[in-house]
């Protein structure tokens, strides 16, 4: 079958480069951020989250930045590696909604050259 | 995936068949979720529950129903599947609205 990653914008970079991930978000008033990885086959797995009232978080190797003023979110991976070839998708919540369902977005795909 | 499972993982049917795909789940989150996703649609909400017996429709719920009769088990029933149905279909959960979903292993169905 198709790939979903076909698709979709592709970020390809250097083994131990640092490597950006962008994604520009819909709503003004969603509160809560997710980054999410997929590697083929598998389902999305849960990276890094911020909250609206945070610009910077964080994690092992993975940084998150939220930039409310122009609705614009990152994903900043240090010293990539082949394992971290993957699509990557943000998602945004508005915590106080009305259904707070999360909304995807399509997706970049990473690859990483040895 | 840990906590999360679903079946089947692969099946294959023919269009107008009754089918059936089950996620289970461990951890005891109240919201459970369906989605399919395609090639340029990225993840797509069908449905979801936010408790037992308590189910609500997603942006692509035409064709499709569930049920959920236990805290643990989400099923997602196509009447009479159509080849427009051939997806991946992924079950999430979370503890609350608007908190991280985390995803199952998936299910790719070919309807043929």
């Known amino acids: 079958g198709e790939s979903v990653g076909l698709h979709l914008p592709t970020l390809s970079v250097q083994e131990g480069d640092n490597s950006i991930i962008n994604c520009a978000y819909s709503?003004?008033?969603?509160?809560?951020f997710i980054w999410y990885k997929q590697e083929s086959g598998k389902g999305p797995q849960f990276i890094i989250d911020i909250r609206s009232n945070m610009d910077k978080r964080q994690g092992q190797r993975v940084t998150v930045l939220l930039n409310k003023t122009v609705k614009h979110l990152s994903l900043q991976i240090a010293a990539t590696q082949p394992g971290d070839s993957a699509v990557y998708f943000c998602a945004e919540s508005n915590y106080g909604g009305s259904q707070g369902n999360l909304i995807f977005g399509k997706g970049t795909k990473l690859s990483v050259k040895p | 995936d840990a906590g999360i499972t679903q079946s089947p993982r692969h099946k294959v049917t023919e269009t107008g068949t009754p089918v059936t795909l089950r996620c289970h789940q461990t951890?005891?989150?109240?919201?459970m979720y369906w989605y399919r996703q395609d090639p340029g649609h990225g993840l797509r909400l069908i449905h979801y529950?936010?408790?037992?017996?308590?189910?609500d429709k997603g942006e692509v719920s035409d064709g499709y129903s569930v049920s959920r009769s236990k805290t643990e088990d989400f099923l997602l029933t196509l009447e009479s599947a159509t080849s427009s149905q051939t997806s991946v279909y992924f079950c999430a959960i979370s503890v609350g609205a608007g908190e991280t979903q985390y995803f199952g292993p998936g299910t790719r169905l070919l309807v043929l």
């Open positions: 951890e005891n989150h109240r919201y």
């Open positions: 709503n003004s008033a969603s509160d809560y």
């Open positions: 529950s936010y408790g037992v017996k308590d189910t």
